[in-house]
């Protein structure tokens, strides 16, 4: 028992052991308050985790819909890389000599 005071002796014992109690319990809910944070840590990173997927998901689609956008327009961009080469040379203005030859040697066709 406690040291003689003028409060009742049960009253110190009491409080004595609430005291012992939660000295006893520290550890406990220490152990418990880490856990608990763990938990909590550990769920943000798989949370984390899941959405750097879904990002590296939605990069990779649209890398691929690129690909396949440049697969499409390979012979229109072959088809306009040809026709500028051909509009920078002087073929077309051959081809048009050439016409103007043709119709001044051929008379126009009239019925009898």
Do not use: C, W
């Amino acid at each position: 028992m406690a040291i003689p005071t003028p409060l009742n002796g049960q009253i110190t014992d009491a409080v004595t052991q609430a005291n012992v109690k939660v000295m006893g319990e520290a550890p406990a809910m220490a152990m418990g308050a880490i856990y608990q944070s763990l938990a909590h840590s550990t769920g943000i990173l798989y949370e984390n985790a899941a959405s750097a997927q879904q990002q590296l998901a939605i990069a990779g689609q649209a890398a691929t819909n690129q690909g396949v956008i440049q697969i499409y327009s390979v012979d229109t961009m072959a088809g306009a890389a040809a026709t500028a080469k051909i509009g920078q040379s002087d073929v077309p203005d051959n081809m048009l000599a050439l016409l103007t030859a043709l119709r001044a040697t051929t008379t126009p066709f009239s019925p009898s």
